[in-house]
């Protein structure tokens, strides 16, 4: 539940694994609004419209749900019209990095700007992206898929069907995984002491934290992870002519090994206009934002 203001007055979570069927999920989301409503003492009246976010392409105009990669049964929902049916009050659906980008711009780490663009790093790689203050869809409400620009010629197959994807060569698996292979290669490093020799315990935490000890290869792990970053921002940045560029997601706590050797390559990379006027920041609001942005879309 959220003021104009950005305020997040009550929150409530579930797991989308808990529900075998589209319908359970459905009717728990819709239960957990009720107690929202509730708990803020008000009545679906009361708002001026329910935002949601998802991890997936959606049609924003008709409010439908492509899929989400994730949630089995959840092809082609018009997720709008049912809860709209249920609350007879606006609803409006997008896409979780979308809102995300809205949140951070309206009440985060992109107040002020004009236009800005927000990536995700983490499990996978998402976008979204500002232009005179207002969220950029594209014709089919699917802009902003910075996981999928292709980083290679060619590469490994991703499952967009494409392949040499951005996102197969900076997520959390590929990073865990090469941090795995040049463990076995022999390579050394503090990581094995601190996981104590189970490499199955190794995450992105993990190697940040390896990274601030000084852990040679943990440095040049997070600071290939940077070039990569920096290489598909470049060319972002030269396309859009961003003020500020604002990362988030789990890496974004990786620390300056990570934002530095981005900067650095931006800075390489780019057009030398943008040297002086795009800033590279970190998300302010964290897992909040794409709550707050779903409150945006009614402001
Ligand atoms: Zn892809």
Redesign the pocket.
């Known amino acids: 539940l959220v003021d104009k203001s950005g305020r997040l007055f009550h929150r409530a979570k579930l797991s989308t694994t808990d529900y075998d069927t589209k319908e359970a999920l459905l009717k728990a989301i819709s239960y957990k609004i009720k107690r929202i409503l509730k708990k803020g003492h008000i009545s679906s009246r009361d708002l001026k419209g329910i935002g949601i976010g998802v991890p997936g392409p959606v049609d924003f105009k008709r409010g439908l749900i492509y899929y989400l990669t994730n949630v089995p049964g959840w092809k082609n929902v018009r997720l709008k019209k049912i809860l709209e049916a249920r609350f007879k009050i606006p609803v409006l659906i997008d896409n979780d990095v979308n809102l995300m980008a809205l949140g951070e711009h309206r009440f985060g780490a992109g107040r002020g700007a004009r236009n800005l663009v927000c990536i995700t790093l983490g499990t996978g790689v998402g976008g979204g992206i500002i232009i005179d203050g207002r969220l950029y869809r594209g014709s089919s409400s699917v802009a902003g ?1 910075i ?2 620009m292709p980083l290679r010629e060619t590469g490994q197959r ?6 040499g ?4 060569y900076v997520s959390n698996s590929f990073i865990v995984g090469e941090i795995k292979r040049r463990i076995k290669a022999g390579e050394h490093t503090s990581i094995k002491r601190l996981v104590k020799d189970n490499l199955s315990l190794i995450t992105p935490e993990v190697i940040s934290y390896a990274s601030k000890r000084n852990d040679k290869l943990a440095i040049a792990l997070w600071q290939d992870i940077g070039k990569r970053v920096g290489i598909i921002l470049s060319g972002v940045i030269n396309l859009l002519n961003p003020e500020k560029i604002i990362i988030g997601g789990g890496l974004a706590n990786a620390g300056k090994f990570l934002f530095g050797a981005i900067r650095d390559t931006v800075n390489e990379r780019t057009l030398p206009i943008h040297k002086r006027t795009v800033k590279i920041t970190k998300a302010r609001l964290g897992a909040d934002a794409g709550i707050v942005g779903a409150a945006a879309l009614f402001l």
């Open positions: 898929e996981g999928h991703c499952n967009c069907g494409s392949f994807c951005f996102e197969r």
